[in-house]
């Protein structure tokens, strides 16, 4: 769903992902992030126990929506981090299909892989593909490869308009987020290592600015 008509009417969501530090949480939620997401996908050098995770989440402010993220992890590692993490959105970055991402009972975001010169599906075909989805996100990484990369893809092969509210990723920092809402009038962003010093470690005054820019590009009616 892309905004159309008089952007003031608009308000683009923001999603920080990866965080690892309490602190983080509590400061992305002051600054304003909309959800938060915390990482399960194995290898990522963001990945929680979901214990660390529920210690994270319990500090999330009031209307703040926390985001677990898997890569192909087992059913049953899912509805263990569902159990204990109480998550409201569920994101799947890898080859899961409908029926394995609205097993848990929790709505879900399903990635796709936009860092291969064609698609597996067209954007077009998604919603069919993936009926029970409450939105995309559209990420920069190849089929099978892992997110977090901060590498930037062609937006310009994103569909002009879709069904279901869809989410930019891949490589959006402070200094592309004003540009990227403009070009592609998404329904959120999602950032992780433009807001960070290093994996996981997420910089206060990357996430200021961040959320400003956002702030700009929505108040923006040139
Ligand atoms: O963050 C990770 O380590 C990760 C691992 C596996 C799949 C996705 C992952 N992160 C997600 O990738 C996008 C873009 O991140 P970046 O801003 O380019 O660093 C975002 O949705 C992250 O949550």
């Not at 597996?120 to 029970?132: K, S, Y």
């Not at 004003?178 to 997420?202: M, T």
């Amino acid at each position: 769903m892309s905004a159309s008509g008089n952007r003031l009417l608009f308000r683009t969501r923001v999603k920080f992902c990866g965080l690892t530090r309490l602190g983080d949480v509590r400061l992305a939620c002051e600054l304003g992030a909309d959800a938060i997401g915390f990482v399960f996908a194995h290898g990522s050098p963001r990945q929680l126990e979901p214990e660390e995770a529920r210690a994270m989440r319990i500090a999330l402010a009031p209307l703040v929506d926390a985001v677990a993220l898997f890569m192909d992890n087992p059913a049953d590692e899912v509805r263990e981090v569902v159990r204990q993490v109480r998550p409201s959105l569920l994101q799947f970055h890898g080859s899961e299909d409908d029926a394995f991402c609205r097993s848990f009972g929790v709505p879900y975001l399903k990635a796709v892989a936009m860092g291969d010169e064609t698609q597996a599906t067209p954007a077009t075909a998604l919603p069919a593909q993936f009926p029970a989805a409450a939105g995309f996100l559209f990420d920069s990484h190849r089929r099978g490869g892992s997110g977090g990369s901060g590498h930037t893809f062609d937006w310009a092969r994103l569909p002009a308009a879709m069904d279901k509210p869809f989410v930019l990723a891949g490589g959006i920092t402070a200094d592309n987020v004003f540009d990227a809402i403009l070009a592609v009038q998404p329904w959120g962003v999602d950032v992780s290592s433009g807001i960070e010093s290093a994996p996981g470690i997420k910089d206060g005054d990357k996430m200021r600015r961040f959320v400003e820019e956002v702030r700009r590009a929505d108040c923006y009616s040139g």
